[in-house]
């Protein structure tokens, strides 16, 4: 089964500061190690409904997102950490990461950041 741990419960960072939000993934013994998994980053802010960030399937392994956003997956980490080089109040929000799965059939999962 996949899944996704984000060992970063609650965050406060002043404004103007740069923002990092870890992102760790697993996917389980049904995938090979060489299997790219789908990797996603989404925010809900106050009184708002889920939004996509930003997704990695292939290719470049940095991301660029909406509103400055950018993650890097990193195989040999396991890894696929949200960045914002410069933050602004109204980033205050609960930030989700995701894994996919690539096989028919199967189920990912979203894990949960607030950055308050």
Request: glycine share 8%.
């Amino acid at each position: 089964a996949q899944s996704v741990t984000q060992p970063d419960t609650h965050i406060t960072v002043s404004e103007g500061a740069s923002l990092e939000l870890r992102c760790n993934y697993s996917y389980g013994a049904m995938f090979p190690d060489t299997a790219t998994p789908s990797l996603f980053w989404h925010v809900q802010s106050p009184g708002q409904g889920l939004q996509l960030l930003l997704k990695y399937f292939s290719g470049d392994t940095l991301v660029q997102g909406i509103e400055g956003f950018e993650a890097e997956f990193k195989r040999s980490q396991s890894s696929f950490n949200l960045r914002r080089p410069s933050v602004h109040w109204s980033d205050a929000a609960e930030y989700f990461s995701a894994v996919g799965a690539t096989v028919p059939g199967s189920a990912g999962e979203l894990n949960t950041n607030c950055l308050c």
